[in-house]
């Protein structure tokens, strides 16, 4: 409601002004304002309307916010670290990411990249509120064979971390 009465307003401020620069003072007391085929002719003195554009305009609440449309969230894809680790081993990869200014985290999403002869790779968000979000992935080396001598070989991998902003 506060776009009609403000617009409105606006409309019958321009009008008046309109009115008042461009019309003719008839002897009668009406003023004439002629534009091409258009011919206007009225009593009302052009700051009357002026003044009832005026008062719409204040009686508005705020001033209207512009019209949007919604804004598709952007993906953002952010790595960590890559981490070695050999047979029975653990490694660590982290990952942090901060929206920039204007922007909040819609939603933050941690996979693993990259994975490389592991038995266990498990992604997982450590910290996340509207600004920043932590990710990790926890790693395990695969296991020595039965004998408990030959190891398979090491592995490798990252954390990876899949990120939705939207203005705020």
């Known amino acids: 409601m ?17 009115f008042l620069v461009f019309s003719r003072r008839e002897p009668r007391g009406e003023h004439r304002f002629e534009f091409g085929p258009f011919k206007l002719r009225s009593r009302t003195p052009a700051f009357v309307v002026m003044a009832f554009g005026l008062v719409l305009m204040w009686i508005s609440p705020r001033f209207p916010v512009p019209m949007s449309y919604a804004r598709e969230p ?5 790595d960590g670290g890559m981490v070695d680790y050999g047979c029975g081993s653990h490694a660590v990869s982290t990952v942090e990411y901060s929206a920039p200014a204007g922007f909040k985290i819609v939603s933050a999403q941690p996979d ?4 490389v002869s592991t038995k266990t790779a498990t992604p997982k968000i450590t910290s996340k509120d509207e600004r920043h979000v932590t990710a990790q992935a926890d790693f ?8 408990g001598l030959n190891c398979p070989g090491g592995g490798h991998g990252r954390v990876s971390l899949r990120i939705e902003i939207q203005p705020e």
Not at 140 to 147: E, I, V
């Open 112 to 115: 693993t990249k990259d994975v």
């Open 2 to 18: 506060e776009r009609i009465a403000f617009y409105g307003g606006a409309a019958l401020v321009m009008f008046g002004l309109l």
């Open 74 to 78: 952007q993906v953002i894809t952010k």
């Open 140 to 147: 395990d080396g695969k296991d020595k064979d039965t004998l």
